[in-house]
């Protein structure tokens, strides 16, 4: 059996991102050495050596609970876990922002999984009134992202 270092620090790192972004579970991989971290009675582990964890992002306001945009008839939710783009490109414009107008069908964001990047498109018509998700954050399956009204 093989013996490997486990980092804490990096461990309660990783834990404390989950919290924040509320993700159910992330890794971390340096060469051969990865972290896996889950939530809800989920194991952690570590495989075969601790590899440093990158500093937390900061998190971002948001102006409501997520319950409660959830609940927003004009909430715009994601159909899938990923990362969410606002703009096609890096320096690019973005698609929306608070207070822009938008039409059914107008691509909102951009959402990259498994390397691919879907387009999310507006449910309706309506006026941009909040931005929920962080640009180049991750977000979890029916997150609510934007709110149209």
Do not use: C, W
């Amino acid at each position: 059996m093989s013996k490997f270092n486990i980092d804490n620090d990096a461990i309660r790192q990783l834990a404390e991102l989950l919290d924040d972004t509320n993700l159910t579970e992330i890794e971390v991989a340096a060469g051969d050495n990865r972290i896996r971290v889950a939530r809800q009675g989920a194991m952690v582990a570590a495989a075969p050596a601790a590899a440093p964890a990158a500093a937390a992002p900061a998190a971002a306001p948001v102006a409501a609970a997520p319950a409660e945009a959830g609940a927003h008839p004009g909430a715009v939710k994601s159909p899938m876990v990923g990362v969410v783009y606002f703009a096609p490109e890096p320096g690019a414009a973005p698609f929306i922002s608070v207070g822009s107008s938008v039409s059914e069908g107008q691509t909102l964001m951009l959402i990259e999984a498994m390397k691919t990047f879907n387009p999310i498109r507006a449910p309706k018509s309506g006026k941009v009134t909040q931005i929920l998700a962080t640009d180049g954050h991750p977000v979890e399956y029916d997150e609510p992202l934007v709110i149209i009204e």
